[in-house]
């Protein structure tokens, strides 16, 4: 991985073709929201697989939390879709068959060259694609675990949520106050909270 992708760092706005063939930008997908970013090898590596069928309970969570999903790999967009399908997967994926992530962030394999994928990394982002956490997913034990995945969307949220704690005296004062701008959805309205966010 790139030395400059660290925490506190900011994660590349890549665009890039989805699942339906549309162009995508992240920062679009993320909205003002966490994000998990799955940067996978590919609908034909049985460790992607397993690890994908792990992330759609979450992700049903994750949906009621008001976060995102998206998983970036180098397959077409054929077999995006049969990988997607073939996990049970409601999230949004994003195909990079020019390997252009793979390039850019410095995450060939060259230890399989007649598949070319990226080394598989797991990134929790938060809002402005501020990064988290990096997962180096090589081994496959180097992956999150969802418990790993759970925390850290919990401090995320504890960061980057005003109205965490509506125990705080000042934030009962603000809503009683008319001043709602300090609760979610921060001003927007519910069609700009869920903009982006895929249907299955």
Not at 90 to 96: A, G, M
């Amino acid at each position: 991985m790139r030395p400059d992708i660290v925490p506190g760092a900011a994660f590349p706005d890549y665009e890039l073709t989805d699942h339906r063939g549309k162009r995508r930008k992240l920062s679009g997908l993320q909205g003002s929201d966490p994000l998990v970013l799955i940067l996978s090898r590919g609908a034909f590596c049985p460790k992607d697989r397993r690890q994908h069928e792990g992330l759609v309970q979450l992700h049903r969570e994750m949906e009621v939390g008001y976060c995102r999903m998206v998983t970036i790999s180098t397959d077409a967009l054929l077999e995006l879709n049969e990988f997607r399908s073939g996990v049970g997967a409601h999230w949004t994926f994003l195909s990079d068959t020019a390997r252009k992530v793979q390039k850019d962030l410095d995450i060939a394999e060259y230890t399989d060259p007649s598949h070319n994928p990226m080394v598989p990394h797991t990134l929790v982002l938060e809002p402005g694609l501020k990064v988290f956490t990096v997962y180096n997913g090589y081994w496959y034990f180097g992956r999150p675990t969802v418990e790993e995945l759970r925390r850290d969307l919990r401090a995320v949220l504890q960061r980057c949520r005003p109205d965490w704690d509506l125990s705080d005296p000042a934030l009962r004062q603000a809503w009683a106050a008319g001043e709602k701008a300090r609760f979610y959805p921060y001003g927007k309205s519910w069609a700009e909270v869920f903009a982006g966010q895929d249907d299955a």
